[in-house]
């Protein structure tokens, strides 16, 4: 029996469906056991930095202190002792490297208190990486005893960034100055978010 066959339809729009999920491997490590391939790695591809449209809101370029933190490390000036590091790695091997981290630093402060940072690819933004990062900090924060985390927002992004994760803004950025927001760790330690996410269209 003849099959009906039917013509392309140039009218149709050929969409084209969004990627599927990957599965991602988070990495949370003290500092110190890191390879020095993968610091390295990490102050050259994942700092802020003004090429990438890390700017302000004023459009200038922030600097990094990420990047001055592990050039300090690499120059023994800083010893790293008790920073931890977790990263994100697609676990395709299409894709090489982390694609996002976050450094979490204790700061002397009343209450166990853990600095963090972090940095996401800009193709693999805005696809949860920040959150998964955030979520699992409080995981580690948790593990180690710390009973809260602060951050610095610098621009709007990362002002909206941190607030979406629950953190309150107490001094809000400006005048070249850094916000100071910070977010108590629950006493039950958060369950692990779903490693997936949407890699970039364009992959
Ligand atoms: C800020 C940054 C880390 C966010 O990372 P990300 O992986 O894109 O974050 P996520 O996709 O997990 O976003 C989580 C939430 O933040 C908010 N957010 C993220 N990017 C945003 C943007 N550009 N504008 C407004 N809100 C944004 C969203 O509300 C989002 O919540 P949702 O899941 O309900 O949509 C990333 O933009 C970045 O690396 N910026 C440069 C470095 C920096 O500023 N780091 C923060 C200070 S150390």
């Not at 610095?152 to 927001?181: E, I, M, Q, T």
């Amino acid at each position: 029996m003849a099959l009906a066959s039917f013509p392309a339809s140039p009218e149709r729009p050929r969409s084209v469906p969004p990627p599927l999920p990957v599965s991602l491997r988070l990495e949370a490590e003290p500092w110190s056991s890191l390879p020095k391939n993968l610091i390295l790695d990490l102050r050259n591809r994942l700092t802020n930095n003004e090429g990438r449209d890390d700017r302000k809101d004023d459009g200038r370029g922030a600097g990094s202190l990420f990047r001055e933190l592990i050039d300090d490390y690499n120059m023994g000036i800083i010893s790293g002792h008790e920073w931890w590091a977790i990263t994100v790695w697609p676990s395709s091997s299409f894709w090489r490297g982390p694609v996002a981290w976050m450094l979490l630093r204790p700061e002397p402060r009343y209450l166990p208190t853990l600095r963090v940072g972090t940095y996401t690819d800009p193709s693999w933004r805005n696809r949860g990486l920040g959150k998964l990062l955030n979520n699992e900090a409080m995981r580690v924060g948790h593990q180690q005893g710390y009973k809260r985390l602060v951050a610095s927002p610098w621009n709007k992004r990362s002002d909206a960034f941190f607030r979406a994760a629950g953190y309150a803004v107490l001094c809000p950025y400006g005048g070249g100055l850094s916000a100071l927001a910070e977010l108590d760790i629950p006493e039950e330690c958060p369950a692990r978010l779903p490693w997936r996410c949407r890699p970039p269209e364009n992959a």
